[in-house]
């Protein structure tokens, strides 16, 4: 029996930006694993390829937004601001993190991964050969479970809400591998031809009248 591909994942950490990162790759896995593209040898269509990358672009995203990245307003600046009547939350939105990098915040508390990532969700199966059928589409959603895992292995999930720079570049490479996957793969123009579509293994699907001829 193949390994679980969410083997290894840490289930009990506090940082708030890794979770929310896991939660859209969850939400993601869950509308490709739906996919009858995926069924067939020969690969996907444009439109699924672009949506794959658009989504992966999302995730790049918020991997940039969850990145250690301060800005240069002072804690006294800050602490004056916070007292300023006349402002509102868009004055203080920081279109370069998402994340508390400029203050010491509270120590936050472990938060548990909610999914079963046993594979008895049949929202979040494993990517078996019988479940998944395309080599390529079945190595790019077992790459997403390993960028999750990976996400949680990180020595940030211990802070509140970021991850180093230094983490996030290797994250952002893990998101890369899939992205090339797209343009090397994915799409009309690179579907494989296949001149046998019904496998031996298939054979058992088809109709077969054995009850004789017909009088």
């Not at 999302?58 to 800050?78: F, Q």
């Not at 990532?117 to 078996?128: R, V």
Request: charge should be negative; glycine fraction near 6%; include cysteine.
């Amino acid at each position: 029996m193949a390994e679980n591909t969410f083997n290894g994942t840490q289930m009990d950490f506090p940082n708030d930006g890794i979770h929310f990162m896991l939660a859209e790759i969850i939400k993601f896995r869950k509308q490709l694993t739906v996919r009858q593209e995926f069924s067939s040898q020969s690969g996907w269509d444009n439109a699924l390829n672009a949506y794959m990358v658009e989504e992966l672009e999302k995730l790049a995203d918020t991997l940039e937004n969850i990145t250690y990245y301060p800005s240069d307003t002072p804690k006294e600046v800050l602490e004056l601001s916070a007292a300023d009547t006349t402002r509102s939350l868009s004055d203080d939105y920081d279109l370069r993190a998402l994340s508390y990098d400029n203050i010491v915040m509270p120590t936050g508390r472990p938060r548990r991964v909610v999914w079963d990532l046993t594979g008895n969700d049949e929202d979040i199966p494993q990517m078996t050969p019988d479940v998944c059928p395309n080599d390529t589409a079945r190595s790019f959603i077992t790459g997403l479970d390993e960028t999750f895992v990976e996400l949680t292995r990180l020595d940030s999930r211990h802070q509140p809400n970021m991850v180093t720079k230094y983490e996030s570049v290797m994250m952002r490479n893990k998101l890369g591998t899939l992205y090339t996957i797209c343009q090397r793969k994915g799409g009309e123009q690179n579907k494989s031809d296949i001149p046998v579509g019904t496998l031996p293994s298939q054979e058992s699907t088809t109709f077969s009248d054995s009850g004789g001829s017909v009088q």
